[in-house]
DNA sequence: ATGAAAGCGCTAACAG
DNA sequence: CTGTTAGCGCTTTCAT
């Protein structure tokens, strides 16, 4: 692979020009450019990234690292495909990883991103109390995080307002006429677990339904734990009419025990579930659904990441968005 | 970030000292291997990857780049994952683009991986005559192609036997009495889809069943496609007993026809999708279908890709794969 | 077994 | 406007 000397060479001019005319500085005369551009078409010449990084501290348009827990969760799919989208558009690269909900493996992948001298990050981090996490971005790496908070730490972050989210799918389970709602959560520890609770509780209250603590059931967002914890709400002396699930993982879980033991959704239970997936509309009925803007939080927080390499001394700011109601067939109508 | 030379000093040895006991060199005397152990601790050094790629030629246990169609479709997703954890278990570190089925965005991404010195690449190659990539694997960058091949290229290959799946699904649902079973191709300039279709006929073939065009048509791998050709087949004056999709994202969308139309499964009509997905099995009633080892795929791409490394001379090979019939209730029984 | 020193390809002063 | 040159942090001969 050519470098900048042999295109130098080949234009008759020096590395530092044909450099120039790489990074498109305006000090260079139009013909010596136009020299150079021809000597780059012929050898076919392509900077090499590793080397620019090597040399430039705060360099931009270069790389910024994406760290996600789950790379199946097509929540997070969306988030990334946001994040590229705005790094494509922006000539950024991007370098990702899934640290598949593991804490170790979540640490040695942000000493990666480090030790590759990324720009900037993007972590959805593992937990609100993330001692790596914390630690990297006291480091002074431009960071956001995504989805969740970090505790105690000043960092742009993009979220969505959960409690709202679940307080809406809530209530129009309740308008519907369900007075007993079966809940079933994430894990307590998450950040994101906690506000959809608190969204399910408040609404109850508005309502002024007794919240019962035998309909709330603690899963870890994972399909095995939806499906048991739905099997044990169903199985209830008296089951509820409505079950509201906290993420899509979870929510297919419910489906399964809801099939196996014949029920007719909505007409023996209802079924709401936290995000919006592909095939919430083939289901039959098609799922009610709260659907969280993925993409728009990966843009937003490429957008934040960049406005940071710009200014790296503004306010750290906090943006939250709204998640939609997607009501289909699956709450009866 | 302390660099080798904070080490050294610290640990009072030279940098390449340094850099020998980093690389695990065996000729260290292990007195000072301790010493420089214990300089590294303190100083919590970590090595910059980038620096260091840019002095090795065929670094091992670095870095390799993989790019995929679509972050979306799960089967990639395996995919990633498979590469990912052979990646991660081996202390390399992975860089993923994926081009959206964009083939400007596709070589964009392979000159960028090209432009990172990455060691190897894993590619799911846009076309069979993909020129970016031909190009790429004639320059002589390690290179592995996955679930489709290119043509003309001696290339490295791991792929799933397409054909023979689409066989074994038609026939199940031949022995199951189906004698009109609709057929939704993929596009038919991908190598997958030509194969696929090849399989369906040769089941009907075998069972001396008639193969009528008009059950046959053609979408795109997407949903839209799915649900509109499902829609004219289900709507035939004398419609198919049982239908046959060569894609999730399309099964999904047929899935989506036959419910509007108030349609029985399997009852009205049998369903049999390429590709198992997470929400197969919570559908009602829970779909059979022809599974892809999208993880294991992955994986041997990464173990071909370090093979390769070891011995950059051996023959190239072309690992295939056997899909595997999931028989769920979506048929009949 | 260890150290000195020469780059990898590039950018960014600094000179001119 | 353009060229010269000194590194970025690391690996790797070549000496010692």
Redesign the interface.
């Given at each position: 692979?050519a470098n900048l000397q042999d295109v130098a060479r080949e234009a008759g001019v020096s590395v530092a020009t044909v450099s120039r005319v790489m990074n498109d500085a305006k000090n260079v005369r139009s013909e010596t450019r136009t020299k150079v551009q021809a000597a780059v078409q012929a050898l076919r010449f392509?900077?090499?990234?590793?080397?620019r990084?090597?040399r430039t501290r705060n360099g931009l348009g270069q790389l910024i690292g994406l760290v996600v827990p789950d790379?199946?969760n097509?929540f997070f799919?969306e988030v990334?495909?946001g994040v590229?989208e705005a790094a494509?558009g922006s000539g950024n690269?991007?370098?990702?990883?899934?640290y598949?909900y593991d804490e170790e493996?979540e640490k040695?992948y942000l000493?990666?991103m480090?030790?590759?001298?990324v720009d900037g990050l993007i972590i959805i981090p593992h937990g609100k109390k993330d001692r790596a996490v914390k630690q990297l971005i006291r480091s002074g790496v431009p960071t956001v995080c995504v989805d969740r908070y970090v505790e105690n730490v000043d960092v742009d972050s993009v979220v969505v307002d959960n409690q709202r989210g679940a307080h809406e799918a809530t209530e129009h389970l309740l308008k519907l006429g369900n007075k007993r709602i079966g809940y079933i959560s994430g894990p307590t520890e998450m950040l994101t677990s906690v506000e959809r609770l608190a969204g399910y509780q408040s609404a109850l209250w508005e309502s002024c339904v007794e919240c019962e603590d035998n309909l709330i059931r603690v899963g870890d967002y994972k399909?095995e734990s939806g499906n048991r914890l739905a099997g044990e709400l169903l199985d209830l002396p008296e089951p509820p009419s409505a079950l509201f699930v906290a993420n899509s993982?979870m929510t297919?879980?419910a489906?399964?025990a809801i099939?196996r033991r014949r029920l007719t959704i909505p007409t023996d239970v209802a079924l709401i579930g936290f995000d919006d997936?592909?095939?919430a509309?083939?289901?039959?009925?098609?799922l009610t659904a709260v659907s969280q803007p993925g993409f728009e939080i990966g843009r937003r927080a490429a957008e934040l990441l960049f406005q940071r390499f710009s200014d790296p001394t503004r306010q750290t700011v906090r943006v939250v968005l709204e998640t939609r109601l997607i009501v289909r067939k699956s709450c009866g109508s």
């Open positions: 692979m392509q900077p090499n990234r590793v080397a990084r090597l790379i199946q097509p799919v990334i495909r590229e494509y690269a991007l370098i990702l990883s899934s598949q493996k040695l000493n990666l480090r030790s590759e001298s399909y993982l297919l879980g489906l399964e099939h997936m592909a095939w509309i083939s289901l039959n009925p098609p």
